[in-house]
C-alpha cells in the first residue's frame, strides 16, 4: 500500500506518468494493488474485480483511476475475503497430510526442502522452525481445495477416466501444459511474491522428493500436479518464514 501511495504523490509532479495513466489500457496501477489481494487468495481478486468495476457506486466523490483508488479496492476486497474466511474453523492440517502421504510425500520431505533452502541465510536456524511453518500452511483450507483437485487429476489420468488426448498430455507432463502450475500457485500466492519466486525456483530445480516425484513414471503413474503441489507448499512456507522475519529497515516508520 505504502508503493501506491507514495506513486500517488509523485504522479502529480510527473506529466508522462500521468499522461500514461490517461490510457484505458494503463493496468499497472491494478497489477500493484492486487498483489494485496493476492495474500488472501482468489476470493479476495475476484472481489477486487467488482469493487474496481462499481468504484464510483462505493465512493462516488474519489477519482476511480488513481493509485489509492485501487488500493482502496483491494484492502476492501481483502478484508472481505478475510472475514469470509474467518468462518472456516477447521484445521486442515490431517487431512492435507494423509493427501500427501496418499502419493507417497511425507512431511519431512517438503520440511527438507525448505530446510536446504533457508539454510544458507540462517545458518543457525532450527530445524523445526520450518517444520512450523511448512504445517501453517497445510493448516489452509485453500491449500486443500488445490491439493485434494491436483491429486483427483493425476490418479483420474493414471486410471484413463479422461478423454486419450487429455491422459496423453498429462500423462507426459508437456512442458506447455501449465495448468499443473496455475492450481499449485494458489498455495504461495497466500503468502506474496516471494513466495511465488520461491515456487518458480523450485519448479525449475526440483529438489528432494519434488525430483523424486517428476521423474517417476513407473507402471503409469502421473505425478504432474502433485510435484507441482509439493512446490507450492514449500515456496508458501518460504514465503510465510520471510514474512516472519522481517529485518528492521522494512518495517513501516512509526
Do not use: W
Request: hydrophobic share 40%; proline share 4%.
Amino acid at each position: 500500500m505504502s508503493t501506491l501511495m507514495e506513486l500517488q504523490k509523485k504522479v502529480k509532479h510527473d506529466s508522462e506518468l500521468l499522461a500514461s495513466m490517461k490510457d484505458p489500457a494503463y493496468n499497472v496501477h491494478r497489477t500493484i494493488a492486487m498483489s494485496i489481494c493476492g495474500l488472501y487468495g482468489s476470493g479476495a481478486i475476484s472481489l477486487f474485480g467488482f469493487m474496481d468495476c462499481k468504484f464510483r457506486f462505493f465512493f462516488p466523490n474519489k477519482r476511480p483511476k488513481s493509485f489509492i483508488s485501487k488500493g482502496i479496492c483491494a484492502i476492501v476486497a481483502s478484508t472481505a475475503s478475510s472475514i469470509i474466511s474467518e468462518n472456516v474453523k477447521e484445521d486442515y492440517t490431517t487431512r492435507n497430510l494423509a493427501l500427501f502421504e496418499s502419493r507417497g510425500v511425507a512431511l519431512e520431505d517438503m520440511v527438507d526442502i525448505l530446510d536446504q533452502l533457508q539454510r544458507p541465510y540462517n545458518p543457525n536456524m532450527e530445524r523445526s522452525l520450518c517444520e512450523e511453518h511448512v504445517l501453517a500452511v497445510l493448516r489452509k483450507q485453500q491449500t486443500f481445495h488445490a491439493l485434494q483437485l491436483a491429486i483427483k487429476i493425476d490418479t483420474a489420468v493414471e486410471a484413463g477416466e479422461f478423454n486419450p488426448q487429455y491422459n496423453h498430455i498429462v500423462g507426459q507432463d508437456e512442458g506447455l501444459f501449465g495448468v499443473d502450475e496455475s492450481i499449485a500457485t494458489a498455495v504461495p500466492l497466500m503468502y506474496g511474491t516471494i513466495a511465488l519466486t520461491n515456487f518458480g525456483y523450485l519448479d525449475k530445480e526440483k529438489i528432494g522428493i519434488i525430483k523424486d516425484l517428476d521423474s517417476d513414471h513407473s507402471e503409469g503413474k502421473c505425478n504432474t500436479f502433485i510435484d507441482d503441489m509439493v512446490c507450492g507448499v514449500v515456496a508458501a512456507a518460504c514465503g510465510r518464514l520471510a514474512h516472519n522475519n522481517i529485518p528492521t529497515y522494512s518495517k513501516p516508520l512509526k
